[in-house]
C-alpha cells in the first residue's frame, strides 16, 4: 500500500534464531536472557545504573511513580506535548497532572523554565520527554528539582543512546523508562526498561514488577529456592525470555541504526532548507547527542495538515501526528488542564514524516518530492 512506509523494523535471521532460541531451550518466562538484556542493557547508558526490563515502557512509568509514592493530593508535572501514557500513569495512580509548556516552536522539549512556572507546594515528581530523540536541558531541570526537592522521572521512550553533556539519558534522575515498541529505535513488539542509579529503588521496582516475591519461578526451577516471601504488595510487568532476546540482538545493532537514522535526518534538512510552509525543530543541537527517534517538522500556520496528509498518501507516503493535545480526548475533559500555548499551537500543526534505520536516501527524496508538491512549492 505504502511507497514510504513511516517505519520499517530493523530485524532479519538474527532475530528469527534468537527467538528460535528461546524456544529450543524450553524457558519462555523471565529468566537469563532477561537478565542478560538487563546487564548489557546497563553497560550501554552507564556501567553503575540498574536496569529492570519489564513489559512496557508504561509499565516503567506506572512503577516509577509507585516506587515513589505519589498518590492522590499529589501534583506531577507532565509535557503538554507527549503521548497519553504520561498522562494515563499519573491519574492511574489518583494524583493530579500539571502541564509544563515546549520551551519554544524550535525546543518542544520542557525546560528548568517551563517546568518552574508550574511548581506549587503539590508538586512531587515531573515526567519529561526527550522528544523525538532530543535530550533536555537536564543540568538546569536537575538543580530545579533538587532545590524544591521534586523527583525526576524521565521518559525516554523516544531516546534510548541519546545523551546531554556526554551523559546518557536515563541516568539524570530518580528513574528512567525507556519502550521497546514496534516501531522504537529498539523493537522487540512490546517491552520496556527502567533504569535507576538508587540500589534501594531498584529493589523495590523489582518487587513491584514480579507479585512482591522475593524468588523467580527460575529460581525454583533451578532448585536456587524452595519457596517465597512477598515483601510488598506487586503486579506482573515482567518480559519475557522471547523478548529479551530479541532485545539483546536490537541493542547490539542500536549504535549504528541511531547513526544511520542521524544521516537520513541531514539528507532530509538538506533536501527540506528552503522549502516555504514548514520549519524543522530542535536545529539547536549543542551539548547534545539526538537518536533521532522520529522526523517531526512544524507546517505554516494556516496550511490544511489533513489535505497534505491525504496528498501524501495519494503518492503513497504514510505520515502522523505526534501528538494531538490531551485537549482533545474524551478522558481528560473533566481535569481543567492548565494553558501550554506552544504545546497546543504546535499539536495542531506538527507532521511526522517516515523514518527508519533502514530507509535509503532514495526514499527520504521520494518523501521531500511529496510534501514539497503538496505544499505547492
Ligand atoms: C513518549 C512516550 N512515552 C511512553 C510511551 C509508551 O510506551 P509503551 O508503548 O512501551 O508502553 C510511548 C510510546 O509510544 C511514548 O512515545
Redo the contacts with the bound molecule.
Keep these: 500500500m505504502w511507497n514510504v512506509q513511516l517505519f520499517k523494523l530493523n530485524y532479519d535471521d538474527q532475530e528469527s534464531l534468537a527467538v528460535k532460541n528461546v524456544i529450543d531451550s524450553g524457558w519462555i518466562t523471565m529468566g537469563e536472557k532477561s537478565k542478560e538484556f538487563e546487564s548489557k542493557f546497563s553497560t550501554f547508558l552507564q556501567n553503575d545504573v540498574h536496569s529492570t526490563a519489564v513489559?512496557?515502557?508504561?509499565?516503567?512509568?506506572h512503577l516509577a511513580l509507585l516506587a515513589l509514592g505519589i498518590k492522590a493530593e499529589d501534583e506531577v508535572i507532565i509535557p503538554a506535548l507527549?503521548?497519553v501514557?504520561?498522562i494515563n500513569v499519573v491519574r492511574i495512580v489518583g494524583a493530579t497532572p500539571v502541564l509544563a509548556d515546549c520551551e519554544s516552536l524550535e525546543n518542544w522539549n520542557m525546560t528548568a523554565a517551563t517546568i518552574e512556572k508550574v511548581i506549587t507546594p503539590k508538586t512531587k515528581a515531573i515526567i519529561l520527554?526527550h522528544?523525538a530523540g532530543y535530550p533536555c536541558k537536564m543540568d538546569e531541570i536537575v538543580a530545579l528539582c533538587n532545590k524544591n526537592k521534586i523527583a525526576i522521572i524521565e521518559?525516554c521512550?523516544?531516546a534510548p543512546g541519546a545523551k546531554y553533556k556526554n551523559q546518557s539519558v536515563g541516568t539524570f534522575g530518580d528513574f528512567g523508562?525507556f519502550?521497546?515498541?514496534t516501531?522504537?529505535n529498539l523493537s522487540v513488539g512490546?517491552?520496556?526498561m527502567l533504569t535507576t542509579m538508587n540500589a534501594e529503588l531498584d529493589q523495590k521496582v523489582k518487587y513491584f514488577r514480579s507479585h512482591g516475591m522475593t524468588s523467580l519461578t527460575l529460581d525454583r526451577h533451578k532448585g536456587r529456592a524452595i519457596t517465597y516471601d512477598v515483601s510488598q504488595p506487586g503486579l506482573n510487568y515482567r518480559i519475557d525470555e522471547i523478548r529479551s532476546a530479541l532485545g539483546l540482538v536490537q541493542l547490539e545493532k542500536l549504535t549504528k541504526a541511531n547513526e544511520r537514522r542521524k544521516l537520513l535526518v541531514e539528507k532530509y534538512i538538506e533536501l527540506l532548507e528552503g522549502t516555504n510552509g514548514i520549519s524543522i525543530p530542535f536545529m539547536d543541537t549543542k551539548n547534545l547527542k539526538s537518536v533521532y527517534h522520529i522526523f517531526p517538522i512544524l507546517l505554516g500556520v494556516g496550511i490544511d495538515r489533513l489535505g497534505i496528509i491525504e496528498l501524501m498518501k495519494q503518492d503513497g507516503i504514510q505520515t502522523s501526528i505526534?501528538y494531538p493535545s490531551f485537549r482533545d480526548f474524551t478522558a481528560f475533559s473533566d481535569l481543567n488542564l492548565n494553558e501550554a500555548h506552544i504545546a497546543e499551537d504546535i499539536a495542531k500543526r506538527e507532521l511526522t514524516l517516515p523514518l527508519y534505520p533502514t530507509m535509503t536516501f532514495e526514499e527520504v527524496e521520494l518523501v521531500v518530492i511529496s510534501i514539497k508538491s503538496a505544499l505547492g512549492s
Design positions: 513489559t512496557n515502557c508504561t509499565a516503567a512509568l507527549t503521548f501514557a504520561d520527554v522528544f521518559d521512550a523516544h523508562c519502550s521497546f515498541f516501531n522504537k512490546e517491552g520496556g505526534h
